[in-house]
């Protein structure tokens, strides 16, 4: 580790680190006390959370360096795992993974894009990573709920579906209801986060701007960019993945492809 | 019901109130020159099963040497799934204005290959001929609306009778006139329940609501299947009595899928014994049955 990201306030943490893990291992020798086992788990986990967050404070710290094509290669590296992960919910779904990133791409390509032309953001990696990871993830999140809600209320509804494209309906016709119920499942937490801000919780963005000074005032504004943001992207992701998905279920003489594993012909 | 196809399509934007949210994308979507075309005159169709056609017997239904006179005809028609054998090699002859019945016993393959008909499932080998043209010609849209299916649960959308009845022609981009509703329900014998939620309704009015519903898209072949086996015995014999009428009146040729020997008895002429996907026999109902 470069001897220069080792300074007092480094020590301090380590040392408050130290505290934070002691207090955790407390809880652990309770959970102990009721017959729960966890501790070799909690232990593993907690070390491996403080190596893998100084590796990336590490990272962040060279990268902090980087300009926009710095920021870009990250965030596209972020889209792929998020895409990867996403795709994992849906191993019968052909070409799940091409479509998971697509969505997450162009959803949070998009409303990235948009924050630097409106200047909500500097296209400084600094800001872009920290700012584009939130909106990267949540795309995520809408992109594999919305995905999962498609294929388990086409796999509930098989009878209707085929009812419908029995009476000469349009493969995208016959599965619109359950289209229509998969992007408000995708978007429905954003949502809720979005009615809920100020008055259930208070982001670690706006928390972590005031600490360093900003006005509370800007800061909430800010924050409140950023969530409206996430809805943006969320509901692009969810809505571009659902779309490009409704295809894959279907052969192209428009005959379902995706039935329950029980009632596969 | 064929003539109907052939004359000024009527629009009354209040006679059909639309089905949440399937008719709302139906009106979104672009409808082919082929979706929106007349359905190609057809020839006059006899009003009963033609006469002077020998039937096979308990072989396969090659002795139909007039070309004419096939509605659907079935060359070779496979389906294989993950290595089992659902419909093995089928061939048979589906005549103009006949009822077909298809027996065998559970797992035979009747399922698949009147769903293959449909072309609900893609056929792995063989096709079959509409009016002589291979089925894979034509648009599976199209096709589905000429050659309709009633399936064994009625799977009615969500809303009003009404609305279910206008969904197949809404397909198209046909608003159905609220007298065509009407006659409909007058046909399966439920007058009047246009505004009813399908909810409400029971089992034997369901599957009359998905028969006309079927009927709305006027198709020139029925696929049933087995649509009493969940209906008592007073609706049985009402829904095979429609059927009989609708063949009777409008010369819709009819295929039944029933595991109901009596059944096949009392309204096909002719039926097809399948047993393990296989073609086992087909000609007359009664020589039929009695031998298997």
């Not at chain 1, 349009?170 to 008055?199: E, H, I, N, T, W």
């Not at chain 2, 393959?109 to 034509?138: A, H, M």
């Not at chain 2, 279910?164 to 509703?181: H, K, M, S, V, W």
């Not at chain 2, 409008?250 to 047993?275: F, K, M, W």
């Amino acid at each position: 580790m470069p001897t220069e990201f080792i300074d007092d306030q480094v020590m301090r943490a380590l040392v408050q680190a130290g505290g934070a893990i002691l207090l955790c291992l407390g809880v652990v020798a309770l959970c102990r006390h009721y017959g729960l086992r966890i501790g070799r788990e909690a232990s593993v986990s907690l070390v491996r959370g403080l190596i893998q967050m100084a590796l990336v404070g590490v990272l962040l710290g060279l990268l902090l360096t980087g300009g926009a094509l710095v920021a870009g290669l990250i965030l596209a590296g972020m889209v792929a795992a998020a895409g990867w992960t996403a795709a994992r919910r849906l191993p019968e779904i052909e070409g799940a993974l091409a479509i998971s990133v697509l969505a997450i791409g162009v959803g949070a390509g998009t409303v990235i894009l948009f924050m630097i032309a409106i200047r909500a953001v500097e296209p400084h990696v600094s800001i872009l990573v920290p700012v584009g990871s939130m909106i990267i993830a949540n795309s995520m999140n809408a992109c594999a709920q919305g995905m999962e809600r498609f294929k388990s209320d086409v796999t509930a509804h098989v009878g209707q579906v085929e009812a419908a494209l029995s009476l000469g309906a349009a493969a995208p016709a016959s599965v619109s209801p359950f289209v229509q119920s998969a992007v408000y499942a995708s978007l429905l937490p954003r949502l809720d986060m979005l009615k809920s801000l100020g008055l259930v919780w208070i982001p670690g963005v706006m928390a972590g701007m005031m600490v360093s000074g900003a006005s509370p005032l800007y800061a909430g504004i800010f924050q409140f960019i950023i969530v409206a943001m996430i809805l943006a992207a969320s509901g692009i992701s969810g809505t571009v993945a659902i779309v490009l998905m409704r295809g894959r279920v279907f052969s192209p003489a428009a005959q379902l492809l995706l039935r329950p594993a029980a009632k596969a012909p | 019901m064929r003539q109907a196809s052939q004359t000024p399509r009527k629009t009354d934007p209040e006679a059909t109130p639309t089905l949440p949210a399937y008719n709302e994308w139906a009106e979104g979507m672009p409808t082919t020159p082929e979706s929106t075309a007349a359905t190609p005159a057809s020839p006059p169709v006899p009003p009963h099963v033609p006469q002077g056609v020998a039937d096979a017997g308990a072989s396969i239904d090659l002795d139909v040497h007039d070309l004419d006179i096939r509605e659907l005809d079935v060359r070779d028609l496979s389906r294989r799934v993950s290595g089992r054998t659902l419909v093995d090699r089928v061939t048979v002859a589906i005549r103009q204005g006949e009822i077909l019945a298809i027996v065998g016993p559970s797992g035979a393959g009747k399922s698949s290959f009147i769903r293959l008909l449909n072309r609900l499932d893609e056929p792995t080998g063989g096709t079959v001929l509409f009016k002589r043209q291979d089925y894979r010609q034509i648009d599976p849209r199209v096709l589905r609306q000429r050659v309709g299916m009633v399936l064994q649960t009625p799977f009615l959308f969500p809303g009003t009778v009404a609305a279910n009845l206008a969904f197949g022609p809404a397909q198209r981009g046909r608003t159905l006139p609220a007298d065509e509703i009407a006659a409909l329900l007058a046909k399966v014998e439920l007058p009047g329940y246009e505004p009813r939620d399908v909810s409400t309704l029971s089992g034997g009015e369901a599957q009359r609501v998905s028969l006309a519903r079927s009927l709305a898209n006027q198709p020139e072949v029925l696929l049933l299947d087995e649509p009493t086996s969940a209906l008592d015995e007073e609706n049985v014999r009402g829904i095979e009595q429609l059927i009989m009428t609708i063949n009777r009146t409008s010369g819709t040729t009819c295929v039944i899928v029933t595991h109901n020997r009596e059944q096949a008895l009392r309204i096909a002429p002719r039926t097809l014994y399948l047993d393990a996907g296989r073609l086992v026999a087909v000609g007359n109902t009664r020589e039929v049955l009695d031998a298997h």
